[in-house]
């Protein structure tokens, strides 16, 4: 029977945010206070339990907090001129727009209303360009932590054959960049890929971002393989008993590939522990890049 290593989410993510602490309480011995808003329109209850844990993480690190709370039915205008007003607040060095917005408001205009550099999501269209050219830029957190955990585990990346499942702008593409930017092969899967199967059985890394629950199984995955989960999903499930209970699930399925993989995310436990502080991560670095103080990262926790 292969043994396999469990990729520790939350014990990296809590190294990371240890050293977080540690260079926001520099920051404020040059009296600067980073300062993180987040900006909930509707209340999608998913969304509000993000950014519950959001604005909590923020204040335990003693970043200072600004929530929003919009009504679902704001006007995109509106909207525009909260994130102008954010932009113009110095004592806010990160913006975040909780996603998804309602539909009347036209998302990728307000992303790009955001000061570039206090895009804490990596989202504006200038810090996605910079990220593909490979320039200084903010990293979206969900790829940034997934390269952080594989870095950690598994040291060099150089020539492993990548397979990204998934090509969403907040996962699938910035994550395939950033793995090209650390020498990988990098193939991207999705939706219309013919015989999915046999292309992730050519990686050496499989990135899993398609949003469909357990989707991923063993004949997706070649012996020795390495997988970082990205899905949260959230469904009913049977205990032992004969139960249905509230469950969440990656878009592996877990069970069936543990064996052949080398390593593996959990879910939860994994890459989901690691995007939130990958959000603190963000919000120094902006704050550090606004003020010209320098940033930089030990080597274990840098992408
Ligand atoms: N909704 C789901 N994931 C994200 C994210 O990473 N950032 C924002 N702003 N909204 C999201």
Redesign the pocket.
Known sequence: MSSYTLIDGKQTAEALLVEIEKKIINLKKQNITPGLAVVLVGNDKA?ET?VRSKVAMSERLGIKSIHKELSVEISEDELLSEIESLNADDSVHGI?????LPAHIDTEKVLNAIDYQKDV?G?HTLNAGALSKGLESTI???PLGSIILLKRYLGDLSGKNAVVIGRSN?VGKPVGQLLLKNNCTVTYAHSRTKDLPAVCRQADIIIAAIGKPEFVGSDFVKEGAVIIDVGINAVQKEDSDGNSKRRLVGDVDFNAVCDKCSAITPVPGGVGPM?IAC?MYNCLYCASMIHNVDFEMSDDLRA
């Open positions: 969304s993000y975040l727009v909780q996603l998804p999501d989202f979206p957190c969900t907040i995007t959000l």
